[in-house]
């Protein structure tokens, strides 16, 4: 179903693949867009438990595109220098490919948006933090339950 990765010396561990995904400060969403073409749309994320969740407003292309078909990929680069001397970069990249849902459970919702705001807001005073995710109470929280990975680096940068 899932293509193998095709330079095979270039794939990443599962661990550094992990670390690539949980140290992102973005990723790139892609869904499946209006009249045959695909829609893509970088936002802030959270990886944890095997899921991607990022949060939403009710309306709009984004919530549109997952709910005719919740088919996603999504990639983030957490690695990208450019050298040169060689003509390229060395980057670290992973693509994750599921099915985004939106979060209904309250509990998943909140434990998600906290974890939000703790990888954006760190350095906030803990009752600011929660009085915004209060706040966000209209606020969709999407999770992408992974079905698939890779990671891949330059390279340069494999050993």
Same mark, same amino acid.
């Given at each position: 179903m899932f293509r193998d990765l095709r330079r095979k010396k270039q794939q990443m561990s599962i661990e550094l693949t992990h670390k690539v995904l949980s140290n992102g400060s973005h990723g790139i969403l892609a869904c499946h867009g209006e009249d045959g073409y695909p829609y893509t749309v970088a936002l802030n994320y959270v990886y944890t438990d095997g899921k991607i969740y990022f949060h939403s407003a009710k309306e709009g292309h984004k919530i549109d595109a997952i709910q005719k078909n919740s088919k996603v990929a999504f990639t983030v680069v957490g690695e990208d220098t450019i050298v040169s001397e060689e003509y390229t970069s060395y980057y670290r990249s992973v693509v994750a490919f599921g099915r985004a849902r939106v979060v209904e459970d309250e509990q @998943?919702? /909140? @434990?998600? /948006? @906290?974890?939000?705001?703790e990888k954006y807001a760190k350095d906030r005073p803990t009752d600011e933090k929660m009085r915004t995710i209060k706040g966000c109470n209209r606020a969709l929280v999407i999770a992408i339950d992974i079905e698939h990975m890779t990671g891949k680096q330059a390279r340069g940068l494999s050993h």
């Amino acid at each position: 179903m899932f293509r193998d990765l095709r330079r095979k010396k270039q794939q990443m561990s599962i661990e550094l693949t992990h670390k690539v995904l949980s140290n992102g400060s973005h990723g790139i969403l892609a869904c499946h867009g209006e009249d045959g073409y695909p829609y893509t749309v970088a936002l802030n994320y959270v990886y944890t438990d095997g899921k991607i969740y990022f949060h939403s407003a009710k309306e709009g292309h984004k919530i549109d595109a997952i709910q005719k078909n919740s088919k996603v990929a999504f990639t983030v680069v957490g690695e990208d220098t450019i050298v040169s001397e060689e003509y390229t970069s060395y980057y670290r990249s992973v693509v994750a490919f599921g099915r985004a849902r939106v979060v209904e459970d309250e509990q @998943e919702w /909140f @434990e998600a /948006f @906290e974890i939000l705001v703790e990888k954006y807001a760190k350095d906030r005073p803990t009752d600011e933090k929660m009085r915004t995710i209060k706040g966000c109470n209209r606020a969709l929280v999407i999770a992408i339950d992974i079905e698939h990975m890779t990671g891949k680096q330059a390279r340069g940068l494999s050993h």
